[in-house]
């Protein structure tokens, strides 16, 4: 049993949270949640969570997969996820956004942005799409 807290900053241990999304046990049943455990996934840099839960269209496939996987992972490394806040969460049947303050750091600098992300349910599954990004904490949006 995984007595850590869940990277996601849910305050659940990742045992009750996140783990059984990153292990494939169990499907998100919602965009919440997906959006969660995809922060949970960057701060433990899993790389393949990450892919497998973009949406096909979503822009980061215009790299090819080598290289996608490199930035990615090197994102994870060098970032602190020190914090996430969902302000927004609305979902239809098969269309999601979730507003969200991601706390981060990286070389000591703050490089925190909100973001409206936007997720589409295909095949019974929430992927992720594409955000509209803001620097900094805009609890305004
Ligand atoms: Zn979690």
């Keep these: 049993m995984n007595e850590k807290l ?29 959006m969660r455990s995809r922060f949970s996934a960057y701060a433990l840099t899993l790389v393949d969570y990450i892919i497998k839960t973009s949406h096909p269209e979503n822009i980061c496939f215009q790299k090819d ?18 914090n996430l806040e969902i302000l927004d969460f609305t979902q239809e049947k098969k269309q999601a956004f979730v507003t969200f303050i991601a706390t981060l750091k990286a070389n000591g600098k703050d490089i925190s942005f909100t973001e409206i992300s936007h997720f589409e ?12 990004l803001f620097e900094g ?3 305004d949006l």
């Design 65 to 82: 997969l080598k290289t996608l996987k490199k930035d990615i992972k090197s994102f994870c490394e060098e970032t602190l996820f020190e």
């Design 137 to 139: 904490s805009r609890k």
């Design 6 to 34: 869940c990277t996601c900053k849910s305050k659940k241990k990742y045992s009750d949270c996140c783990e059984k999304y990153h292990l494939g046990k169990s499907n998100c049943e919602n965009a919440q949640d997906l």
């Design 121 to 132: 349910k295909i095949a019974g599954k929430w992927l992720y799409k594409g955000g509209q």
